[in-house]
């Protein structure tokens, strides 16, 4: 874990996250929290690790993105050496 980002402010994001139960409790709670590009951004991140996860090409995944190359290559570092966030939240996705 990034010691960076664990601080009490960011305990207490987490904490208030982890209180939301269903897609339109997050709508509402991330639409006040963000602007419409933060989180246009990080929908189009998740949206980049899940087709490195299924072995699509940069190309085809700056293509249905939007994404840059670098903004591919930075998720793709994530993935193989980032703290499994990615791959905690894809592995519970699909025993859904």
Do not use: P, W
Not at 66 to 87: F, H, K, P, Q, W
């Amino acid at each position: 874990m990034n010691k960076k980002i664990k601080t009490e402010s960011v305990d207490h994001l987490f904490e208030a996250v982890l209180t939301l139960e269903n897609k339109e409790e997050c709508y509402a709670f991330f639409e006040d929290l963000c602007t419409v590009n933060e989180l246009l951004s990080l929908s189009q991140r998740f949206e980049v690790a899940s087709m490195l996860r299924q072995q699509k090409t940069y190309l085809e995944i700056a293509e249905k993105t939007g994404a840059s190359t670098a903004t591919i290559s930075r998720v793709n570092r994530s993935l193989n050496y980032g703290s499994d966030g990615y791959e905690l939240v894809f592995d519970r996705m699909s025993s859904h």
